[in-house]
């Protein structure tokens, strides 16, 4: 089906104003699809011909004013329409599908109980799927929903819903929203409810709703999100201003999610991990609740100020990155956000910006939905929150408030453009904010930050620096392609650090490519000397060599956990450009991960630690590598204290990376477990699934499967599978991944992508590298183009990393034959294939 083109949605703009959708679902009906019908009442400027988008199995019937229109006019997915001018009515009756890949109304049962479970994902076009509607994102209309669905069940939605009786329920009528907000979630869902009280006498009723088989889980953690909820109400209620907007507030926590979550007014949805069931980690809570802050957050920014067109989606996703963390350190327990940040985040979105895919924070071409579909990555995320750091830098913290509520209040309940925030921020600050934008936001590419120290002996035989200068290095070529230089200026810190004392530190404004920092003459030369040292602005930070090596003796003494988590980020980056081994890696690794004290760092380097050597080192050493990890973790148990985050994220460590067949075998089969995870069935699944990649199963598996019954569970078994090193196994896992008519859902294709190549060598995986390249682009159109993108990212054989798998990835992306989603993966995948060429060819494959 053709994607909405921008040039399409501005016209049917100009043309259409829409003035209210009713929409009546009948979920009772099938299984595998529902009824929908649809009013739409709009406004033309003109009787001119436009289109209503419609993506239904059987359309029934169309009436426009009272007159009927034949349904077979539906193609590819829209319905030619020329309105009278002046106010028009559309009715629309359709048979819709239920899908299985997280996009549209999204059906899955829960194997645990046989749960019939529904929810509405409408992001970025799914909504014809469920209703007829014009979707695009300025078009936005009031909704008022009602829904028929079997009587044990409840359902909820953006309106505030009410239980007729006999399965009918009504939503309340909505404030404007943009199509792709809408959305319905029914089934034998359980609740807990809370309230929020406002300072100025506003109560909003708090809900959370999650599958009855995490029943309890979520009655025992309903607490502290409620408080999490609360906290991060009044945050923003007293930042912006402005009063909660939508009514209740529902966060109802769904299976098969293919994002973290979606910011549906008034009904946001999660992905029902985040209702754990095995140990909580430190990490894992500050992760849930980051996620409910920065969902939170779009209540205004995105919600109640929508972009006009995908282009601007920075303006909703920096925005709620940057002020999820900031309500984390400034409202709740989790002081130590932004490390997580560091750690975390900052990692994914340089690593977007090294690909060949790149692109600037805002203004990125978006010429139709599914090229905008390619640019909701770590940029629009990581890299604007990095920005709008430095954008309250530049010009303070209380202009920048005054812009955001100025902007807020401007364009309520409605759309705005990049100009439009631009223009609010100069209001507020007096400056010319639009030359920030085009160095920081309208460039892509990555700065690189290094500090240059030149020494001396002093009279009394110590090394001291005689000069020092922080130099930026402007990228020439983004993408393959030349560029100006941006000239960004950059707001940060430098600190040098030696044996655990922090002999330094300096504020610097990089506002040129050479800044020197003559307060430094005269110091100690320290034996780290770290760039951005705050981790506060965005740029690879480049360690000279000295530092480098130090890291494994220095990087465990560093106090700072920012700096930490800077110095991991920087050294991920080194080992991805080939100006480290892969091997200092797991060196500093070894020596830091046993007293490591932030969650964050803990569980972010291990996972990406032993990401790095499943793909870089050379194929005979890796399980010596992996085995090093695993020691390492096994130190840190030794090390915490026992029933603590630090000796469960140890733990995990060792059973996903230990070579160690009798020690996983025992906690596969519930023995000998860590205290604290004696219960913890997704822990016992690490070792089973580790115990898979080493061909070591022995009934394991079965046993496993027969004690966890549930949806994680059963993904897990999948996983487990298709991680086992033969040839029947491999032939399974791939027909049921690749196969057009599997039936499998997106999160069984991402688990059997996983498994499929974590082991087998290269005379086992080879064959399928040009079978993926065929028929992993051959699910468009059985799969959505939002779980394919990771689906196609799962599958890609980084397994097989010879130049003769980058020679047909090659040749398939010069044809046009895939999909713009699965053409994105394949880029990024390619760029990540390309440097496991480069460190093989530098340090040994």
Same mark, same amino acid.
């Given at each position: 089906m053709p994607s909405l083109t921008r040039d399409e949605a501005q016209a049917r703009a100009s043309l259409i104003d829409v003035e209210s959708m009713e929409v009546e679902l009948d979920l009772t009906t099938s299984t595998s699809t529902f009824e929908s019908e649809t009013q739409i009442v709009f406004r033309a400027d003109a009787a001119e011909p436009t289109f209503v988008d419609l993506k239904a199995v059987d359309v029934h019937e169309v009436e426009l004013n009272d007159e009927a229109l034949d349904p077979a006019t539906v193609v590819d997915g829209r319905l030619p329409i020329t309105p009278q001018q002046g106010r028009n009515t559309l009715a629309v009756r359709a048979t819709m599908p239920f899908s299985n890949d997280g996009? @549209?109304?999204?059906? %899955?049962?829960?194997?645990?109980?046989?749960?019939? &479970?529904? &929810? @509405?994902?409408?992001?970025?076009?799914?909504?014809?799927?469920?209703?007829?509607?014009? /979707?695009?994102?300025?078009?936005?209309?009031?909704?008022?929903?009602?829904?028929?669905?079997?009587?044990?069940?409840?359902? $909820?939605?953006?309106?505030?819903? $009410?239980?007729? @009786? *006999?399965?009918?329920?009504?939503?309340?009528?909505?404030?404007?929203? %943009?199509?792709?907000?809408?959305?319905?979630?029914?089934?034998? &869902?359980?609740?807990?409810?809370?309230?929020?009280?406002?300072?100025?006498?506003?109560?909003?009723?708090?809900?959370?709703?999650?599958?009855? %088989?995490?029943?309890?889980?979520?009655?025992?953690?309903?607490?502290?999100?409620?408080?999490?909820?609360?906290?991060? =109400?009044?945050?923003?209620?007293?930042?912006?201003? #402005?009063?909660?907007?939508?009514?209740? &507030?529902?966060?109802?926590?769904?299976?098969?999610?293919?994002?973290?979550? =979606?910011?549906?007014?008034?009904?946001?949805?999660?992905?029902?991990?985040?209702?754990?069931?095995?140990?909580?980690?430190?990490?894992?809570?500050?992760?849930?609740?980051?996620? #409910?802050?920065?969902?939170?957050?779009?209540?205004?920014?995105?919600?109640?100020? $929508?972009?006009?067109?995908?282009?601007?989606?920075?303006?909703?996703? %920096?925005?709620?990155?940057?002020?999820? *963390?900031?309500?984390?350190?400034?409202?709740?327990?989790?002081?130590?956000?932004?490390?997580?940040?560091?750690?975390?985040?900052?990692?994914?979105?340089?690593?977007?910006?090294?690909?060949?895919?790149? *692109?600037?924070?805002?203004?990125?071409?978006?010429?139709?939905?599914?090229?905008?579909?390619?640019?909701?990555?770590?940029?629009?995320?990581?890299?604007?929150?990095?920005?709008?750091?430095?954008? #309250?830098?530049? =010009?303070?913290?209380?202009?920048?408030?005054? @812009?955001?509520?100025?902007?807020?209040?401007?364009?309520?309940?409605?759309?705005?453009?990049?100009?439009?925030?631009?223009?609010? =921020?100069?209001?507020?600050?007096?400056?010319?904010?639009?030359?920030?934008? !085009?160095?920081?936001?309208?460039?892509?590419?990555?700065?690189?930050?290094?500090?240059?120290?030149?020494?001396?002996?002093?009279?009394?035989?110590?090394?001291?620096?005689?000069?020092? !200068?922080?130099?930026?290095?402007?990228?020439?070529?983004?993408?393959?392609?030349?560029?100006?230089?941006?000239?960004?200026?950059?707001?940060?810190?430098?600190?040098?650090?030696?044996?655990? /004392?922090?002999?330094?530190?300096?504020?610097?404004?990089?506002?040129?490519?050479?800044?020197?920092?003559?307060?430094?003459?005269?110091?100690?030369v320290p034996r780290l000397v770290v760039p951005n040292a705050a981790d506060t602005t965005w740029a690879t930070a480049v360690l000279d060599e000295e530092s480098l090596a130090a890291l494994p003796a220095q990087l465990p003494q560093v106090e700072d956990p920012a700096t930490r988590a800077m110095l991991w980020a920087a050294l991920f980056d080194a080992v991805a450009d080939g100006g480290a081994d892969p091997r200092h890696l797991v060196r500093t690794f070894a020596a830091a991960f046993p007293v490591e004290n932030d969650a964050s760092v803990l569980a972010i380097s291990g996972g990406i630690t032993a990401r790095v050597v499943r793909t870089m080192v050379p194929a005979a050493e890796r399980d010596t590598q992996l085995e090093v990890l695993a020691a390492a973790g096994r130190e840190r148990m030794r090390s915490a204290e026992a029933g603590t985050s630090e000796a469960w994220l140890g733990a995990r460590v060792v059973a996903t990376c230990s070579t160690d067949a009798e020690e996983l075998r025992a906690w596969a089969r519930g023995e000998d477990l860590p205290q604290g995870l004696e219960t913890d069935d997704e822990f016992r699944w690490f070792a089973v699934k580790r115990l898979a990649q080493l061909g070591g199963l022995d009934g394991e598996l079965e046993l496993m499967g027969e004690h966890d019954r549930s949806l994680a569970g059963q993904l897990s078994g999948l996983m487990a599978r298709a991680s086992q090193p033969d040839a029947e196994s491999k032939a399974w896992a791939w027909e049921q991944l690749a196969g057009r008519d599997s039936g499998r859902s997106n999160y069984e294709r991402n688990n059997l992508a996983q498994g499929f190549w974590a082991s087998g060598g290269p005379e086992l995986l080879t064959p399928y590298v040009e079978r993926y390249l065929t028929e992993v682009p051959g699910l468009s159109g059985v799969v959505g183009e939002d779980a394919l993108a990771r689906v196609a990212q799962l599958a890609f054989p980084l397994a097989v990393p010879t130049q003769a798998t980058a020679d047909a990835v090659d040749a398939v992306l010069a044809g046009d034959a895939v999909s713009p989603a699965v053409r994105r993966s394949m880029v990024d995948q390619r760029s990540v294939l390309g440097e496991v060429l480069r460190s093989q060819q530098r340090y040994g494959a």
């Open positions: 996009q @549209g109304l999204h059906r %899955s049962v829960d194997p645990e109980d046989h749960g019939e &479970y529904l &929810y @509405g994902h409408l992001f970025l076009d799914a909504a014809p799927k469920v209703f007829a509607c014009f /979707d695009q994102p300025d078009l936005k209309a009031p909704y008022t929903v009602s829904v028929k669905a079997p009587e044990e069940w409840i359902v $909820t939605g953006n309106g505030d819903p $009410t239980h007729e @009786g *006999h399965g009918i329920w009504r939503l309340a009528t909505t404030k404007p929203l %943009s199509t792709y907000f809408v959305t319905v979630c029914a089934g034998p &869902y359980v609740s807990q409810r809370d309230t929020w009280r406002g300072p100025d006498g506003q109560v909003v009723p708090l809900v959370l709703h999650a599958r009855a %088989s995490l029943a309890a889980e979520l009655e025992a953690q309903a607490p502290q999100m409620f408080e999490v909820t609360r906290q991060c =109400m009044s945050y923003f209620h007293e930042l912006f201003g #402005i009063d909660y907007p939508f009514g209740e &507030y529902h966060q109802i926590f769904v299976p098969e999610f293919n994002a973290g979550a =979606m910011e549906n007014p008034g009904c946001v949805t999660f992905r029902d991990q985040y209702v754990f069931q095995g140990a909580i980690t430190r990490e894992g809570l500050l992760t849930r609740s980051n996620t #409910i802050a920065h969902e939170m957050a779009h209540m205004w920014f995105g919600d109640l100020v $929508t972009p006009v067109w995908w282009d601007d989606l920075w303006l909703n996703e %920096s925005f709620a990155e940057y002020m999820a *963390h900031r309500a984390c350190v400034g409202a709740t327990e989790f002081t130590e956000a932004w490390v997580d940040f560091g750690v975390g985040r900052k990692p994914w979105g340089y690593a977007a910006e090294r690909s060949p895919s790149t *692109h600037p924070v805002a203004g990125s071409p978006a010429p139709d939905g599914d090229t905008a579909l390619q640019n909701f990555d770590g940029i629009s995320y990581a890299k604007g929150a990095s920005a709008l750091r430095q954008l #309250i830098e530049w =010009m303070g913290d209380e202009a920048f408030i005054a @812009g955001v509520r100025d902007h807020l209040t401007t364009h309520s309940y409605g759309n705005a453009t990049l100009a439009d925030f631009l223009g609010s =921020m100069e209001s507020a600050s007096g400056r010319d904010v639009q030359g920030w934008a !085009a160095a920081w936001l309208e460039t892509a590419g990555l700065d690189r930050i290094s500090v240059e120290l030149t020494t001396r002996t002093d009279a009394d035989g110590i090394e001291v620096i005689d000069t020092a !200068a922080v130099l930026r290095e402007q990228p020439t070529e983004v993408a393959g392609q030349p560029v100006e230089p941006a000239d960004r200026p950059h707001a940060l810190s430098i600190a040098g650090w030696t044996d655990g /004392d922090r002999a330094w530190s300096v504020e610097v404004e990089l506002d040129a490519d050479r800044v020197e920092v003559p307060e430094l003459a005269g110091r100690p």
